[in-house]
């Protein structure tokens, strides 16, 4: 059977005629017993073959924890014009974390405090391309005021002057101090006190010691301007104002205020041309000009263009050349003092298209030339040696990262090392490795996976095992290990090696590696709902080392499973909805959407389970899908308010509610409106608002779990009323159709009813129906004794890592019994790995309480930069700051 797909997939491929799935999966020849059989190691090595961890070209400082404070304790006393680079410089930490909120965030606060125009171009470009990915719900988030306001593009175009002032070419000038100016056969008449007021050289040549001051008619003829463009600048002298012109006129006037020093003219002329540019070809025909002559508005309004149009023109000679050949002076003329902004931002955009091209490296190498402090120097010398090394310049990446590395940016010796095993000295690489941990006060879980690149045997495994303990996040150790495990012949082992990191992070890798374990143990079905789970997370992504779409692969799984019917599909979605399989649930829902079910509530649960599962960006696209396939308007603006509110509007979310349900009374759009009008404005409605709205949803007709989300809900406006009963009798009612988390709420009661015991009692239930739940063991923990509470934590910690609770909870408990130092170092591990709000907090006021004064206010400004609102950490902030010495 599995030689039989194999041999489908090599038939079809007929796009990519360099597959050979024999290459990858190769199989015992021999006939297959009941226990699958491997032909030998070497062929699971093909079958799962783990490539080293790439190097990352990101900022990743030693001690991000002090870089952040260093940057908000700069932010409260910089001047103005300092504070975009600092917010630039926290978008780089957060990026190099993972935080893609929060470095998302610092580019919007980069934008919102910027002083200059270039600056204002650049990030809000950056934003616009950062935000690609909501491109199917623009037109939406501009319909909403306050995207419009946050998001839009700085069109200062629109701002220019541009009156479309009559020109006359008859004027009356009369007085007695008039000069003419000969232009041909043409007389220019001109106020001499008024022309001569453009500028200090007019002034002179009019009113000095030259013989034009004498002259009642100045020939010029031969100064390149022409008797339209002269009128023009008359008139400009005695109104302030531009005519409406062509641009070659007014390229005349541009160069005859240059030529004669008319600052004034000269940025009026500036201000026109600038109205013109609205093509890439626009651009590069005025860019010249704009350096050559210093015209920093028409150079904005080339730029603004060029910037609109990324990535798209990365191809372009022309475009790259501008780039590449423009000087000190010109360089300032178009972006002022935001050179390393602009660099930073074309070279992220390059890297992400191609990180070997040639465009890529002269926005690095500029990158490089722009950097003015430290941290911007390591970052950028370390993102340049990334490309070289991808680009196999070996002695140009090993000049780079040791430039980098001795500029304090630590992670560049991961580079260093790479090159020296490559030049086949792996012994040397692990003294240089080790080097570093030792040095490190809290060595870091990369260090160790790095580390186990160059060991053998026992040393590589115990590496590997540190790396995981140090940083859980870290994916390149899990699949090493399946990979080994099922290499000694134990596909049941490596599945749940691999299923340790998928339990709490969803990475493709990983997936498409349980993918082949599943394939191997001929589960068919359980291969199905991985490649469901990539397809949804990333519809375009390539398997085996980019040769084979995903698509593809799910098409010949497809004939190995058996067919469901749409009744089928909803009774196992009911299934695995009770037993909270989230990723099941999701394969359900991928079959259901290949038939000829309505598709729009199809994607909406789509985007509740992705949601649910922390994959945000392929729930906002599931739910724009929703959007697309709604069946009727009332379901439409149900799906746009989702929206609303999943980006953060809810008073318009709130809206789209209400229009719904002026149109239809359905449940969706009763549900929406709880859920916004329970969060929407400074003052929230009363719970029985909010209960009318849900009791309302449920008399709507709905399929049962829906039904159970909305028991469920009702249940916890009662148990905040303090009406037990009644939240008692909504939860169990959700329990009856299949709604698993009213456990959770059920036990919330019992405890309130001081009833510890069956308040476990009830989570030991959800614990037992869910699957590895670790919000489950986490919640049951608050409902029993010390050592089970322990107990409860660390199989928290074990299921996913990333929950912060029991790591608060046994710093607690540590600094209860006097033991600060561990007490503070078990706060300090999760810190390593996540940048947390709450684990700061804490650590802070640990070390307040111990008198470090310093690390106290240290890790105060560091959590003001997760969140600048945060009461409690402003008010603890406060207190600490008035007792530093």
């Known amino acids: 059977m599995r030689k039989l797909f194999f041999s489908e997939l090599s038939c079809r491929e007929t796009k990519l005629q360099s597959v050979n799935p024999y290459s990858w999966f190769q199989f015992d020849k021999v006939k297959l017993s009941s226990k699958p059989s ?55 930490v957060f990026r190099g974390l993972g935080e893609s909120k929060l470095s998302l965030r610092s ?104 013989k034009e001051s004498k002259l009642e008619v100045v020939d010029m003829s031969n100064n390149g301007i022409s008797s339209l463009a002269m009128r023009a600048v008359s008139k400009f002298s005695l109104t302030g104002k531009l005519p409406h012109f062509a641009p070659d006129v007014l390229l005349e006037i541009l160069d005859f205020s240059n030529k004669y020093c008319c600052k004034g003219l000269k940025e009026a002329c500036d201000r026109k041309l600038a109205t013109f540019v609205h093509t890439r070809q626009d651009a590069l025909d005025y860019m010249e000009c704009a350096l050559e002559l210093g015209c920093t508005i028409l150079a904005a309004a080339c730029l603004h263009v060029l910037l609109d149009e990324l990535p798209e023109w990365l191809n372009d000679e022309h475009v790259i050349n501008l780039f590449f050949n423009v000087n000190q002076a010109h360089l300032s003329t178009l972006v002022g003092n935001a050179s390393f902004s602009l660099f930073c931002f074309l070279s992220e955009v390059a890297m992400s298209v191609d990180p070997k091209s040639e465009a890529t490296v002269l926005f690095l190498e500029k990158l490089v030339e722009s950097a003015t402090e430290n941290c911007q120097n390591q970052f950028a010398l370390h993102q340049l040696g990334c490309v070289m090394f991808l680009r196999k310049e070996y002695r140009r990446a090993e000049e780079l990262f040791n430039l980098a590395f001795s500029a304090g940016h630590v ?173 099941g649930s999701l394969s359900v829902i991928c079959q259901m959407l290949e038939s000829d079910l309505p598709k729009g509530v199809l994607y909406f649960r789509q985007s509740l389970l992705l949601l649910r ?136 009661v019992h405890f309130l009813r001081n009833d510890r015991n069956k308040a476990y009692e009830e989570m030991t239930k959800l614990i037992e129906k869910a699957r590895n739940n670790a919000s489950a063991y986490e919640k049951r923990s608050e409902y029993c004794e010390r050592d089970l509470t322990k107990a409860d934590l660390h199989m928290v910690t074990k299921l996913d890592p990333l929950r912060v609770y029991p790591y608060r909870y046994r710093a607690a408990v540590l600094m209860d019994n006097h033991k600060e130092k561990e007490a503070i170092a078990e706060l300090s591990h999760a810190i390593s790995f996540k940048a947390d709000l709450h684990l700061l907090h804490l650590r802070a006021a640990f070390h307040e309480h111990t008198g470090n004064v310093s690390a106290a206010l240290r890790d105060c400004r560091a959590a003001l930069s997760v969140d600048p609102t945060h009461q409690e950490m402003l008010e603890l902030h406060t207190r600490v700051h008035t007792q530093e010495p």
């Not at 600056?119 to 037109?139: M, Q, T, V």
């Not at 449940?667 to 909010?690: H, Q, R």
Request: glycine share 6%.
């Open 38 to 92: 491997l032909q030998s190691p070497s062929s699971i090595e093909t079958l799962l073959k783990v490539a080293e961890p790439p190097l990352l070209p990101l900022f990743k400082p030693i001690d991000y924890v002090e870089i952040l404070a260093q940057i908000h304790e700069e932010l409260e006393t910089c001047k103005p014009d300092k504070k975009s680079n600092l917010f630039l410089l926290q978008f780089q």
């Open 107 to 210: 580019l919007q606060l980069a934008w919102e405090k910027s002083t200059s125009i270039h600056e204002k171009l650049i990030y809000d470009a950056w934003l616009k391309y950062e935000k690609k990915g909501e491109e199917p719900i623009s037109d939406l988030l501009s319909s909403c005021h306050k995207c419009c306001q946050k998001f839009n593009l700085l069109d200062f175009v629109s701002q220019i002057s541009t009156e479309n002032v009559t020109e006359e070419t008859n004027y009356p000038l009369r007085g007695l101090n008039m000069v003419y100016f000969k232009i041909g056969d043409d007389m220019v008449a001109c106020d001499r006190r008024k022309i001569a007021g453009l500028s200090s050289p007019l002034y002179t040549m009019l009113n000095g010691g030259f």
């Open 411 to 583: 992670y560049s010796i991961a580079g260093l090392a790479r090159l020296t095993a490559l030049r086949g000295n792996k012994h040397l690489s692990i003294k240089m490795l080790d080097s570093v941990i030792s040095s490190c006060q809290m060595p870091l879980g990369w260090m160790y996976q790095e580390r186990s690149l160059y060991s053998e045997g026992d040393a590589k495994w115990e590496s590997l095992n540190k790396a995981t303990e140090l940083d859980p996040t870290l994916v390149y150790p899990y699949m090493y290990r399946a990979a080994y495990l099922m290499k000694k012949q134990s596909i049941e082992a490596a599945l749940v090696e691999i299923n340790r990191i998928l339990g709490f992070r969803l990475s493709l890798e990983c997936l498409e590696m349980r993918f082949c374990l599943h394939i191997a143990l001929e589960d068919y079905r359980g291969a199905l709902r991985d490649i469901h789970a990539i397809m949804t997370l990333n519809p375009e992504w390539r398997m085996f080392e980019g040769r084979v779409v995903v698509g593809q692969m799910k098409v010949l799984v497809m004939e190995h499973v058996e067919r469901w019917t749409p009744g089928d599909c909803w009774m196992h979605l009911y299934d695995r909805w009770s037993a909270v399989d989230d990723i």
């Open 613 to 748: 599962l922390n994959c945000p960006e392929a729930a906002m696209r599931s739910l724009a899908l929703a959007r697309e396939h709604a069946s009727s308007k009332n379901e439409r603006l149900v799906y746009e308010g989702w929206i609303l509110y999943d980006t953060g509007h809810c008073e318009e979310g709130l809206r789209k509610a209400e229009e719904s349900i002026a149109i239809h009374r359905s449940f969706e759009a009763f549900f929406l409106k709880a859920y916004a009008l329970a969060d929407s404005g400074p003052d929230p409605p009363s719970s029985a608002a909010v209960v009318s709205l849900l009791e309302e949803a449920l008399k709507c007709p709905s399929d049962r779990l829906r039904k159970g989300q909305a028991l469920n809900n009702l249940g916890s406006v009662y148990v905040d009323c303090g009406k037990l009963d009644q939240a008692a009798e909504c939860y169990s009612n959700a329990l009856k159709i299949g709604h698993t988390r009213a456990h959770q709420g059920l036990a919330r």
